[in-house]
């Protein structure tokens, strides 16, 4: 029993009703304001009674729940508190996968001489993390990822729960097939209509009818009903940076020009940033003139961010304050760096209406790959790899 799931409780919520006693006990709710058209980013437990969760509207959760309390996100705050936490877990193992930004697997097999026992060592972190931190965080403790991810989502809030082997026996099969990793609500439905509820009523279903709802995923499906799951604990080593930059053909020094081939820039860094889950605060424009020389600015933000209107934003304002009369400019590239995984829906930060646009591209450009979507200004500029 070496894979640990650590989930912070209702992070955001959890977060505020730390930092105001007023609020604690309440109904909160993180995200969009009442009156916008935004979402629930997640709520407190005690607003979870009125039905009000994660994705919704949230009008519709105030229509559930009047009296809760509505606050905008804080993005920076809960960045510096999850950087905290996870300090305290990174003392325990290096082998962490961070899964978001209140979520990660730990992999504790080389670790008992030093800290004791799997339990010991989540007894010990979930003491800490009330302590040090201020905030509840939940453990499932098993022999692998999926279980371990289960245990820790039926222990919440406050939770702690080890999933023996003899729980695989006698309690997996009797839990809904939404508590399988991966099997979403349109699946779940799916399920339902052909009177599949449970993971015994999957493992019972013959393999040919599971084929045509799970598709390629049935295999590993199965496996994870039975309580198996061979995916190994693996530590993130990702990019430190996403950049993109061009040499020109020729130079050139048309201000209208060098804004659409920023642009362009711009969306292929939001494409890879969105497509790795990730979000930088700083962005840097490099400009290099037909002298050779060449020059990088920079703007550190307070929040991460991933969306291309965005990134177009800043480096067109950092354009904006180099002087580049009488200059000819030969190659132009935009670095995305001090980058963090995905910090989820972030309602309200940056008012751009393209939010939901870029998505969009980003899922049909995968699924139509040679199909070339893109602000038809920039059509011209498509060489850009
Ligand atoms: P989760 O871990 O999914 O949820 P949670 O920590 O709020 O609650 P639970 O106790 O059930 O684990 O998400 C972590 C944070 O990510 C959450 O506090 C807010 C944010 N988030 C969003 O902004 N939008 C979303 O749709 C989801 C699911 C999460």
């Not at 950049?243 to 060098?258: G, W």
Request: glycine letters at 6%; proline letters at 5%.
């Amino acid at each position: 029993m070496d894979i640990l799931h650590c989930d912070l409780d209702a992070f955001y919520a959890s977060v505020e009703q730390r930092d105001n006693p007023d609020l604690r006990g309440k109904p909160v709710i993180i995200g969009a304001l009442p009156g916008s058209r935004g979402v629930v980013a997640t709520c407190s437990y005690e607003a979870r009674k009125y039905g009000v969760h994660s994705a919704m509207p949230v009008s519709t959760a105030f229509k559930l729940c009047p009296e809760g309390i509505f606050i905008k996100p804080n993005i920076p705050k809960y960045i510096a508190v999850s950087e905290k936490v996870f300090s305290i877990l990174e003392e325990y193992t290096p082998l962490i996968e961070k899964i978001s930004v209140d979520e990660a697997f730990l992999n504790v097999e080389g670790c008992h001489t030093l800290f004791g026992s799997s339990l010991e060592i989540a007894l010990e972190i979930k003491k800490r993390v009330k302590e040090e931190i201020g905030l509840t965080i939940s453990i499932g403790i098993a022999d692998n990822k999926f279980l371990a991810k289960l245990a820790s989502s039926l222990s919440k809030p406050d939770g702690l729960l080890m999933f023996t082997p003899d729980m695989v026996q006698k309690l997996l099969p009797t839990l809904p097939v939404q508590k399988i990793w991966g099997i979403g609500p349109n699946t779940v439905k799916s399920l339902n209509n052909i009177g599949i509820y449970t993971i015994e009523d999957l493992l019972k279903t013959e393999k040919n009818i599971l084929n045509r709802i799970l598709g390629s995923n049935t295999d590993f499906i199965l496996q994870l009903a039975e309580g198996k799951d061979t995916r190994p604990v693996e530590p993130y080593q990702g990019a430190k940076s996403v950049s993109q930059e061009i040499t020109l053909p020729i130079d050139i020094n048309n201000m209208e020009e060098i804004n659409k081939i920023l642009l362009r820039l711009s969306i292929k860094v939001g494409e890879r940033l969105r497509g790795e889950k990730l979000q930088a605060k700083t962005i840097t424009l490099k400009l290099r003139f037909s002298d050779f020389t060449t020059l990088n600015r920079s703007q550190t933000l307070d929040e991460p961010v991933d969306k291309n209107l965005v990134i177009f934003e800043i480096a067109h304002s950092l354009l904006k304050k180099i002087n580049i009369k009488g200059k000819k400019i030969r190659l132009i590239g935009i670095k995305t760096s001090n980058l963090v995984g995905n910090i989820a829906e972030q309602p309200n930060l940056f008012d751009f209406k393209a939010d939901n646009l870029d998505q969009t591209v980003d899922e049909l450009k995968a699924r139509f790959p040679s199909a070339k979507i893109m602000p038809a200004s920039l059509l011209k500029y498509d060489n850009i790899k």
